[in-house]
């Protein structure tokens, strides 16, 4: 089993930053991919940015160039930087790993982006 604790969420105003971190722990040999998903309300889960173990990363488009995805392998955590947060940036963030063909998810957390 592999565990993950979300944390970096809240509050913040249109144009400002959080970082989101998602460590993970349990049965973990080696970590391929890890994201992050939202999901807003009445809408569903969409991807916001993968990365791989080889550092590749990948990005919707609404996110490009104010969003930063990065991992560290030794502390098997993974960080989403957001910048020129947009009220519509607000949803639930899930982040997700895949070990050996397994996916796992956390709990999430809430980022809301309002004045």
């Known amino acids: 089993q592999v565990q993950l604790v979300e944390s970096g969420g809240g509050l913040v105003q249109p144009g400002g930053s959080l970082r989101l971190s998602c460590a993970a722990s349990?049965?973990?040999?080696?970590?391929?991919?890890m994201g992050w998903y939202r999901q807003a309300p009445g809408k569903e889960r969409e991807l916001v940015a993968v990365?791989?173990?080889?550092?590749?990363?990948n990005y919707i488009d609404s996110v490009k160039g104010r969003f930063s995805i990065s991992r560290d392998n030794v502390q098997n955590t993974v960080y989403l930087q957001m910048n020129s947060l947009k009220p519509e940036d607000t949803a639930v963030y899930y982040c997700?790993?895949?070990?050996?063909?397994?996916?796992?998810w956390g709990q999430g957390t809430q980022v809301t982006v309002s004045s």
């Open positions: 997700t790993v895949v070990v050996q063909s397994s996916s796992y």
């Open positions: 349990g049965s973990i040999f080696s970590i391929n991919t």
């Open positions: 990365i791989s173990r080889s550092l590749r990363t």
